[in-house]
């Protein structure tokens, strides 16, 4: 863990994934989604979220601007210290921490909000127990996330074998994997398998209420000229709600219906 620690703790990481992820038109897209959620969720006034793996808080934000209490966890003080700065008007906290070990109270928040963090997570299923954890009987999660059944990951893996010195893509039982160095760092990508995150919700007492596709492309796929085409092109995608084999990202909700002891 002190290796990831280390890696996300380099300011070029975040600034790139800035200049790639959150442009005036992922804006609009991520405004959408953020609108969707809450439509779906419907929850109620004074409802508390937790923002897993929030970053510079963008997500954080948005649930405030609805009218909520979110409280954001990452693993980069650097991160969190641009996070706080940018959400000084708004019912927000932030604290550093893993996933796999939050230290928050059993049963503390109304909604987990869970975006883009678990295809980088090394210990991927002890980071659903604790988010499972923390959330209230009857609260909900939102897992949104890229998946290993697209076609998107299928020429991901075909590219990557003719591309000599990347890392070899390992398949197991949580998805197919890979360390990728692009930002002077290592850093673990996978591509989840769907049924074995929803293995891991049922087991610690989540019922998976849909699983659906939100987003068409990794922005990070293409150079930045195409970033305003590609967003509007996910936009639209969201909208449509296309297949799943079509879409890189997926959106999965779920509802605590039991609590499992020591999960």
Sequence with gaps: MSDLKQTYAQPQIHTEWESIYRTQTAAKFNNDVTNWLLAMFRPNPGSVFLDAGCGFGHHTRRICEAGFSCVGVDISEVALDIARSRTKRHRASFFCGALESLSLPNESFDYVH???????????????????????????????????????????????????????????????????????????????????????????????????????????????????????????????????????????????????VDC
């Design 114 to 260: 869970c975006r883009g963090v678990l295809m980088h997570v090394p210990r991927m299923k002890d980071s659903i127990r604790e988010l499972v954890r923390v959330i209230k009987p009857g609260g909900k999660i939102v897992i949104m996330d890229n998946h290993s059944h697209c076609l998107e990951t299928l020429f991901i893996r075909t590219i990557r074998k003719f591309r000599v010195g990347k890392s070899r893509m390992v398949k197991n039982e949580t998805g197919i994997e890979f360390w990728s160095t692009e930002n002077g760092e290592p850093f673990l990508v996978r591509y989840p398998h769907i049924e074995y995150i929803r293995s891991c919700l049922n087991g610690f007492g989540v019922q998976v209420n849909s699983v659906s596709s939100y987003e068409l492309f990794d922005l990070g796929r293409f150079p930045k000229s195409f970033l305003t085409i590609v967003s509007a092109a996910n936009r639209a995608a969201f909208s449509l709600k296309v297949p799943l084999f079509l879409s890189h990202g997926i959106v999965i909700l779920g509802t605590k219906v039991r609590t499992v």
